[in-house]
């Protein structure tokens, strides 16, 4: 019997099935769908143990090159005595049985067996974690430590090649409650374990040569100092609590954003997948930095490989603002494009412009492929996602507002529409001539909304029009109405209160010819009374009729008076257009003067 095969096996964490067959010079696994084969000779196995796993049994090669091993899941109970009979044969190995704890404990003690983290209860292990797909450890509280991994990327990449989307659901963060002391009294239990993890998972260690270390980097987003150590493959935040390690592969966008303020500029380094703080999760790096400072620094690479592997976008030494050279630096490291502002230009030639996001302020920039608001957590928004621009002036039709809204609505996504408020209203123009130029679809609700203005003035002053066309009927020469003026709202209601002679203004101080005015007020009370007698009048108008009778103003006239004084003494400053002089009647309320008007227009047709 040249080998031995067992089909439907699956290797390490793999989804797809395969083959796998053992022979005197070794076991090989290969898929049954792509070209993807695992070959281990005879002389790289160390010994070999048979696991209870959730895909049936599973045949662990324990590899001599580093401790390292190799997983095979899918093997049936029966096939036990067959693979034992095999490796005594092929290998002169014995098959050991490993017995899982199944009692269910949620607690117990932790070893570090090879390459993996074994938890045991009874001696027996609940679950294993191997150590390389720790990402990081943090001290999560006095207690307890927080076990971050990182995603497959082979099961990513396995899943592009048999057409899959995405690769399944991963355990992404684990906490441990560790109680008690250490081995020191001065160190908790807590932080030994904490500290064993990053020695052993060599999170902390450095796997390659540096080339630069940048120290104590504002970092806005998560919030803190970090020294940020660059190596060839990847680079590494250290905090005072929190530890990343960040592949230069994980880095999808970079951006250089000078702040509206022209003090400071802003690195934002977009992240996918995204580092992690407990719950919170961060796609974005936020690094702030101050346009004055300078770096002075050098590079731990040679010419040679800068011109072979890095196609010359890196220096051996830099001496230039801070901001230039860290962002020089990520974009030669990451190979990514660096972006920056384009041609767009605030009222101030600021290349941002503020604005909140709901009820956190930030930035908001548009460039030339996208705009992005800066704040603790940075949005973007591509222009070819987005399906229609609105703008609307908060407060709906209120001319006095000084800022407006952008609504961005999106072809497709998790969010149909994002709002931008409390922008300033003479960005407006700017932003919409850069949208228009960028070919999106606009709204504009503001314009919309000023024309209904007019159109509520026009209706406040219809009472007062009808007023003055019924004085005509009392001998007054006819006026010709003029067209009505939008902006000057005020000065309208002046000549339609100027047009009617009889009008119950009570006379003011000033007024030379005071005696002439209550006179024709008498007039008026005589009408008054006539229609009381004739049961037509209210008790609250015969009050107003006789106050007028008297000369003396009633309260609420008197409001409406004080606001016509100024625009009467420049009437009769200006010239004789009237033989007669207005009269200056005291300030009265709008709601008033339209009660009035009906009672005006009733007095005067009994009068007559």
């Known amino acids: 019997m040249s080998h031995v095969q067992f089909d439907n096996i699956y290797h390490g964490l793999d989804t797809r099935v395969g083959r796998m067959r053992i022979a005197a010079i070794?076991?090989?696994?290969?898929?049954?769908?792509?070209?993807?084969?695992?070959?281990?000779?005879?002389?790289?196995?160390?010994?070999?143990?048979?696991?209870?796993?959730?895909?049936?049994?599973?045949?662990?090669?324990?590899?001599?090159?580093?401790?390292?091993?190799?997983?095979?899941?899918?093997?049936?109970?029966?096939?036990?005595?067959?693979?034992?009979?095999?490796?005594?044969?092929?290998?002169?190995?014995?098959?050991?049985?490993?017995?899982?704890?199944?009692?269910?404990?949620?607690?117990?003690?932790?070893?570090?067996?090879?390459?993996?983290?074994?938890?045991?209860?009874?001696?027996?292990?609940?679950?294993?974690?191997?150590?390389?797909?720790?990402?990081?450890?943090?001290?999560?509280?006095?207690?307890?430590?927080?076990?971050?991994?990182?995603?497959?990327?082979?099961?990513?990449?396995?899943?592009?090649?048999?057409?899959r989307s995405q690769a399944a659901d991963e355990l992404m963060e684990m906490r441990l409650y560790v109680p008690g002391e250490g081995d020191d009294e001065e160190t908790s239990a807590a932080q030994q374990f904490h500290d064993m993890i990053k020695e052993k998972a060599e999170i902390g260690e450095v796997t390659g040569e540096g080339i630069v270390t940048f120290s104590e980097i504002l970092v806005q987003t998560p919030r803190g100092r970090y020294d940020i150590d660059m190596f060839p493959t990847f680079l590494r935040l250290?905090?005072?609590?929190?530890?990343?390690?960040?592949?230069?592969?994980?880095?999808?966008?970079?951006?250089?954003?000078?702040?509206?303020?022209?003090?400071?500029?802003?690195?934002?380094?977009?992240?996918?997948?995204?580092?992690?703080?407990?719950?919170?999760?961060?796609?974005?790096?936020?690094?702030?930095?101050?346009?004055?400072?300078?770096?002075?620094?050098?590079?731990?690479?040679?010419q040679e490989t800068i011109d072979t592997k890095y196609d010359g976008k890196l220096k051996t030494k830099y001496d230039l603002q801070t901001y230039r050279v860290v962002s020089e630096v990520f974009r030669g490291l990451s190979g990514r494009k660096l972006i920056a502002p384009g041609t767009f230009a605030s009222r101030d030639n600021q290349h941002g412009i503020k604005a909140n996001m709901k009820?956190?302020?930030?930035?908001?920039?548009?460039?030339?492929?996208?705009?992005?608001?800066?704040?603790?957590?940075?949005?973007?928004?591509?222009?070819?996602?987005?399906?229609?621009?609105?703008?609307?002036?908060?407060?709906?039709?209120?001319?006095?507002?000084?800022?407006?809204?952008?609504?961005?609505?999106?072809?497709?996504?998790?969010?149909?529409?994002?709002?931008?408020?409390?922008?300033?209203?003479?960005?407006?123009?700017?932003?919409?001539?850069?949208?228009?130029?960028?070919?999106?679809?606009?709204?504009?609700?503001?314009?919309?909304?000023?024309?209904?203005?007019?159109?509520?003035?026009?209706?406040?002053?219809?009472?007062?029009?009808?007023?003055?066309?019924?004085?005509?009927?009392?001998?007054?020469?006819?006026?010709?109405?003029?067209?009505?003026?939008?902006e000057d709202e005020d000065s309208e209601e002046d000549e339609d209160f100027e047009a009617s002679e009889t009008d119950e203004g009570s006379p003011t101080d000033t007024d030379s010819e005071a005696d002439s005015v209550v006179s024709a007020a008498s007039g008026d009370l005589d009408m008054v009374k006539s229609s009381k007698a004739a049961g037509s009048g209210s008790k609250k108008k015969k009050k107003k009729a006789e106050e007028g009778g008297d000369g003396e103003p009633s309260p609420k006239k008197k409001k409406k008076a004080k606001a016509k004084d100024v625009d009467g003494d420049v009437k009769m400053d200006d010239g004789d257009e009237k033989p007669k002089e207005k009269p200056k009647p005291k300030k009265k309320k709008k709601v008033s003067e339209e009660d009035d008007g009906p009672a005006k227009k009733k007095q005067k047709k009994e009068g007559a």
């Open 26 to 163: 070794g076991l090989a696994w290969k898929a049954m769908e792509g070209e993807n084969t695992v070959t281990i000779p005879t002389d790289n196995i160390k010994y070999l143990q048979w696991v209870r796993v959730a895909r049936n049994f599973q045949l662990r090669v324990i590899l001599k090159t580093d401790r390292k091993r190799e997983t095979f899941d899918g093997f049936l109970r029966e096939d036990h005595d067959k693979v034992a009979n095999i490796a005594r044969q092929y290998f002169d190995i014995n098959l050991e049985t490993k017995e899982a704890s199944v009692k269910g404990w949620n607690w117990g003690t932790t070893d570090i067996q090879g390459n993996d983290l074994t938890f045991l209860v009874s001696n027996k292990a609940i679950f294993e974690v191997p150590l390389s797909s720790i990402a990081n450890s943090n001290i999560a509280g006095k207690t307890e430590v927080s076990l971050e991994f990182t995603p497959l990327a082979t099961a990513l990449a396995h899943g592009k090649k048999s057409g």
């Open 238 to 302: 250290r905090g005072k609590t929190y530890d990343y390690k960040i592949m230069y592969t994980s880095i999808t966008r970079i951006y250089l954003l000078p702040r509206p303020d022209e003090i400071h500029v802003q690195l934002v380094i977009g992240l996918d997948p995204p580092i992690r703080q407990g719950q919170t999760r961060y796609p974005y790096l936020v690094l702030m930095f101050s346009k004055e400072e300078e770096l002075d620094v050098e590079l731990n690479i040679d």
């Open 359 to 486: 009820a956190v302020l930030g930035e908001l920039y548009f460039l030339e492929k996208s705009l992005i608001f800066v704040a603790k957590q940075p949005t973007v928004i591509d222009y070819a996602d987005i399906h229609q621009v609105i703008f609307s002036r908060v407060g709906g039709t209120m001319t006095s507002a000084r800022t407006f809204d952008i609504r961005i609505v999106s072809k497709s996504g998790p969010v149909s529409e994002i709002t931008f408020t409390s922008i300033n209203k003479e960005e407006h123009e700017p932003v919409e001539s850069f949208l228009k130029s960028k070919n999106l679809k606009i709204k504009n609700e503001i314009n919309e909304g000023d024309v209904l203005i007019p159109a509520v003035a026009m209706d406040d002053d219809s009472d007062e029009d009808m007023g003055s066309d019924d004085d005509d009927d009392d001998g007054s020469e006819p006026k010709q109405k003029k067209p009505l003026n939008f």
